[in-house]
């Protein structure tokens, strides 16, 4: 049972198969609602790596629930990952939209290193004869296939953190999470992601001084200095003059690659490049549940093309607060 603050409660049910027994569960939801009043759900939850069989079983079963055709006290059945989502939402419903950004960031986060470092999805990929479901195990199988791990290489030993230390100047790095693994052979394998989630295409994806872009860009151009410290002093597009409008139209397409590079993955930058700079991303879109992995050279290449502002893929704005001490980019998630 699970209880909110608000003092609504649900209760979970767990199974690997949908079968006549599930009548069982239909009974005690019943009589739990009317001893419970405050029960709100009654939800059977079946594991992400259910055989496609048991999935058509399920769903089968859930579109009766919807369509009304069986009476049901159970009120859904779905998968753990969607009972992650739907307990995340409920208990977000009362905050205001940056604490639930915030929070979502938080949590997508927390939710990768616990799936990384989850014993069962080890002892599944190592191929176990046993009945080991895993800890949404699509999801570990697929950041493992998307970094090089072959299929059939047997984990030694797993580790993940997001407690990825500050940047020397203290702010913090592109990297959300490091893993490393150590195979049969000893060898050990490091890799670094950025992670990005969102129900909106545009985000919030870097902030730094003009005088950090013209250092970490290369810039030589004086016209070019100058019209970015006159980005940041003015802080929009509106209030920009038609000179520096036209000189970063004009130039900042040059940089984009090396621009986005720094943005996505902090490459050219401050910090260890073995730590604080991220060699993928890693994208879950709330909509759909789906989440990506992507070499950060590839998500690089998918975005150049998206139309930002001086022709480039970002969108240029400032933070509140920071308007003349700091460009902020908008960029797409992919």
């Given at each position: 049972?699970?209880?909110?603050?608000?003092?609504?409660?649900?209760?979970?049910?767990?199974?690997?198969?949908?079968?006549?027994?599930?009548?069982?569960?239909?009974?005690?939801?019943?009589?739990?609602?009317?001893?419970?009043?405050?029960?709100?759900?009654?939800?059977?939850?079946?594991?992400?790596?259910?055989?496609?069989?048991?999935?058509?079983?399920?769903?089968?079963?859930?579109?009766?629930?919807?369509?009304?055709?069986?009476?049901?006290?159970?009120?859904?059945?779905?998968?753990?990952?969607?009972?992650?989502?739907?307990?995340e939402?409920?208990?977000?419903?009362?905050?205001?939209?940056?604490?639930?950004?915030?929070?979502?960031?938080?949590?997508?986060?927390?939710?990768?290193?616990?799936?990384?470092?989850?014993?069962?999805?080890?002892?599944?990929?190592?191929?176990?004869?046993?009945?080991?479901?895993?800890?949404?195990?699509?999801?570990f199988?697929?950041?493992?296939?998307?970094?090089?791990?072959?299929?059939?290489?047997?984990?030694?030993?797993?580790?993940?953190?997001?407690?990825?230390?500050?940047?020397?100047?203290?702010?913090?790095?592109?990297?959300?999470?490091?893993?490393?693994?150590?195979?049969?052979?000893?060898?050990?394998?490091?890799?670094?992601?950025?992670?990005?989630?969102?129900?909106?295409?545009?985000?919030?994806?870097?902030?730094?001084?003009?005088?950090?872009?013209?250092?970490?860009?290369?810039?030589?151009?004086?016209?070019?200095?100058?019209a970015?410290?006159?980005?940041?002093?003015?802080?929009?597009?509106?209030?920009l003059?038609?000179q520096?409008?036209?000189?970063?139209?004009?130039?900042?397409?040059?940089?984009?690659?090396?621009?986005?590079?720094?943005?996505?993955?902090?490459?050219?930058?401050?910090?260890?490049?073995?730590?604080?700079w991220?060699?993928?991303?890693?994208t879950?879109?709330?909509?759909?549940?789906?989440?990506?992995?992507?070499?950060?050279?590839?998500?690089?290449?998918?975005?150049?093309?998206?139309?930002?502002?001086?022709?480039?893929?970002?969108?240029?704005?400032?933070?509140?607060?920071?308007?003349?001490?700091?460009?902020?980019?908008?960029?797409?998630?992919?």
């Open positions: 049972m699970i209880t909110f603050g608000d003092e609504e409660k649900w209760i979970i049910h767990s199974t690997t198969s949908i079968r006549e027994r599930i009548n069982i569960q239909q009974w005690h939801s019943l009589h739990f609602k009317n001893i419970i009043r405050n029960i709100k759900k009654s939800i059977i939850v079946y594991p992400d790596s259910i055989n496609s069989s048991e999935l058509k079983n399920a769903e089968r079963y859930y579109r009766k629930i919807i369509n009304g055709t069986i009476f049901s006290a159970i009120d859904h059945v779905i998968s753990l990952s969607e009972l992650s989502y739907m307990i939402s409920k208990y977000m419903s009362d905050k205001s939209l940056g604490q639930q950004k915030a929070l979502e960031g938080d949590n997508l986060e927390v939710l990768l290193v616990d799936i990384l470092t989850q014993n069962s999805n080890v002892i599944k990929w190592n191929g176990s004869k046993g009945y080991e479901t895993g800890y949404n195990y699509p999801y199988r697929n950041i493992l296939n998307s970094v090089g791990i072959p299929v059939g290489a047997f984990i030694k030993e797993i580790n993940a953190t997001r407690d990825i230390p500050k940047l020397p100047s203290g702010g913090k790095p592109k990297t959300d999470v490091f893993l490393q693994i150590r195979l049969m052979d000893d060898a050990i394998y490091g890799f670094t992601f950025s992670c990005k989630r969102s129900s909106s295409d545009w985000v919030s994806v870097h902030q730094y001084s003009a005088g950090k872009f013209i250092e970490v860009l290369g810039i030589t151009d004086k016209r070019l200095q100058s970015l410290l006159e980005f940041q002093a003015v802080g929009g597009l509106r209030a003059s038609q520096s409008t036209d000189i970063l139209l004009l130039e900042m397409p040059k940089y984009n690659t090396k621009l986005a590079m720094w943005v996505y993955g902090g490459f050219g930058g401050e910090g260890d490049p073995n730590i604080h991220a060699r993928n991303v890693i879950l879109k709330n909509e759909t549940s789906e989440l990506r992995v992507i070499k950060l050279e590839d998500y690089v290449r998918a975005i150049l093309d998206e139309d930002g502002h001086f022709g480039t893929p970002f969108k240029w704005t400032f933070a509140s607060g920071a308007k003349g001490k700091s460009i902020q980019l908008k960029g797409k998630v992919i």
